[in-house]
């Protein structure tokens, strides 16, 4: 059986939505968009919660595992020999990851001009898209085969993970360019109190809902944090620390707990 229309619509539009937001990703730091590259943009909102700069080299692991989603959906959907889970898992997973593409993009944009309250909105769709995303996988899971989990399902994970963390950092960059100071606490306070939240939705998602890659990504934020902090604030740097232990314990529970769960299901996949 040949490739349907909406399935090589499907994978053209899935092609359009990484390319333009990979070129739009290297522009912002080659060009630079707006005269500022990423780094450049996040030293105008100066706070304690952003991390060492080595952080960010995270996107090369999403934008290569995503790359590899679409290479594989691409040839799933338009081969006569896959098999209807892998079919309809990348149909399914696609229609989410061409829009989050473009909010991608919409995002770098405002972020590079300093449309700060823009870039925040647009970070939470971006995050609302990836965590519907991520209910399609949680509930796929269980019964996905080894190479839907890892091929179509892991680059969400990740990327889910790191969107998370970077919407606490977005807000943060925006209080802070209102002049925020965090209130009743101290500045550094604040950002032990956000680092805390990073860690319980490790334990959460990392462990509570056995993705244990959503808690390395935490875990991967957290030393960076610490790197960042160590010696300027070595107490925020240690509280960095804990919670990255507390992160890497969720991200290890979560892999058993899947492990288990895994070889006691068939390799079908229902994706809802």
Known sequence: ?????????????????????????????????????????????????????????????????????????????????????????????????????????????????????????????????????????????ATASAAIRWLLFAPFVIYFGWISVATIANTTALLVHFGWQGGPLEPAVWSAVMMSVAGILALLVGAGLRQPLYAAVVVWAMLGIYRAQQTTTPWLGQVALVVAAVAALASIAGFWLAKANNTTNSSTVSIQ
């Open 1 to 141: 059986m040949s490739a349907t229309p909406s399935a090589k619509g499907l994978v053209l539009l899935n092609w359009l939505s990484f390319l333009l937001t990979l070129f739009f990703n290297a522009m912002a730091n080659i060009l630079p968009i707006n005269g500022l590259n990423t780094g450049q943009v996040s030293a105008l909102y100066p706070n304690f919660f952003v991390p060492d700069g080595f952080t960010f080299s995270i996107w090369s692991v999403i934008y290569t595992w995503l790359l590899l989603f679409v290479i594989v959906s691409s040839s799933w959907l338009l081969s006569s020999k896959a098999s209807q889970a892998k079919r309809s898992a990348a149909a399914q997973l696609s229609p989410l990851f061409i829009i989050s593409g473009f909010v991608n993009v919409s995002w770098i944009l405002a972020w590079h001009y300093l449309q700060v309250w823009l870039s925040l909105g647009l970070m939470l769709v971006l995050l609302t898209l990836l965590f519907l995303q991520f209910r399609r996988i949680q509930q796929a899971t």
